[in-house]
């Protein structure tokens, strides 16, 4: 079944987008109006000046030609025209404000949720760290207290967008702090890209199909590794014709437009009820130096 172009729509940012639209075109339209006040003005003012300039003209065309424009008319119908523009670009800028005073309330709830599943994320995978690479557990108790402590100055001041930051980048910066500098980068960093995440795919649509299908071979690629790691091959046919179904699935699709190799393979490898572990194992098998963008 074909996705339906509007399944990704985020209405929100559509609407602004269309009211921004609007804005610019009006203000188009005024300075479009002001040019041609300014030129009927002049006119105007030239005409008031000389009443009589355009008599002989008129004249010499004969008695049916039409009369003479009337540059002073011209000049109240552009005026008026600029004067409703601007009155329209107010209406829509101060619409469009009030929607975001609005909407400002959840934007920020949500910043801080996404804040604080950031900062969860970061904390448990480097406590993981600490405990495994560290054979002394009074150590590893200090440890833990002072990437608490790190974890709390660097998430504290609200203007300092962190969450913004993709995960990885953020634990390699402690481990190094930590002086877990090289076993985040050898057996840590793995599954933790120091990149953001891939933008959509745009441009024409072979060109989306064409980067889609990049990504998804690579998809393919780390489960099969996995899969290569599986104790009973008879359960290998069945979960390739599961693969083979996921990949046609809406979410899937989505995925592979706009999340990490590592992330695509990783739930793909959950859905099709294979260990998690082996899907990790699998993309530390992968060059650790080539960028997870798909």
């Known amino acids: 079944m074909k996705e339906s172009p509007d399944s990704d729509l985020d209405v929100h940012a559509h ?7 609007q804005i610019g075109m009006l203000t188009r339209i005024a300075e479009i109006g002001m040019r041609l006040v300014e030129a009927e003005g002049a006119k105007a003012i030239a005409q008031a000046e000389r ?23 011209a000049f109240t119908r552009h005026a008026g025209t600029v004067q409703r523009a601007l009155a329209l670009r107010a209406r829509a800028a101060a619409d469009l404000c009030a929607r975001d005073k609005a909407q400002a309330p959840d934007r920020e709830a949500a910043r801080k949720a996404r804040r604080d599943r950031h900062r969860e994320q970061v904390r448990e995978r480097l406590h993981d760290m600490i405990w495994d690479e560290t054979e002394d557990l009074d150590r590893v108790d200090a440890l833990h207290a002072e990437l608490d402590e790190r974890i709390r100055h660097l998430y504290e001041d609200e203007d300092v967008r962190v969450e913004d930051r993709p995960v990885g980048s953020v634990m390699a910066g402690l481990a190094c702090g930590l002086g877990f500098g090289e076993a985040w980068r050898s057996r840590w960093a793995h599954g933790q ?13 072979a060109r989306i199909e064409a980067e889609r299908a990049k990504r998804r071979d690579a998809a393919i690629a780390a489960v099969e590794r ?6 009973d091959p008879s359960r290998m046919p069945g979960i390739r014709a599961g693969l083979a179904v996921r990949l046609q699935e809406a979410d899937v699709i989505e995925w592979l437009d706009t999340e990490t190799i590592f992330t695509v ?19 530390c098998d992968h060059n650790p130096d080539e960028p997870d963008t798909g």
């Open 193 to 205: 890209p120091a990149t953001p995440r891939p933008a959509r795919p745009a441009g024409s649509e």
């Open 265 to 283: 393979t990783d739930r793909l490898c959950r859905s099709l009820g294979i260990d998690s572990f082996l899907c990790l194992e699998s993309l």
């Open 15 to 21: 609407c602004r987008s269309l009211a921004l639209q």
């Open 226 to 231: 996995a899969c290569a790691k599986i104790d």
């Open 51 to 73: 009443p009589d300039a355009d008599q002989p003209r008129a004249k010499a065309r004969g008695a049916d030609a039409p009369a003479a424009r009337d540059h002073g008319v």
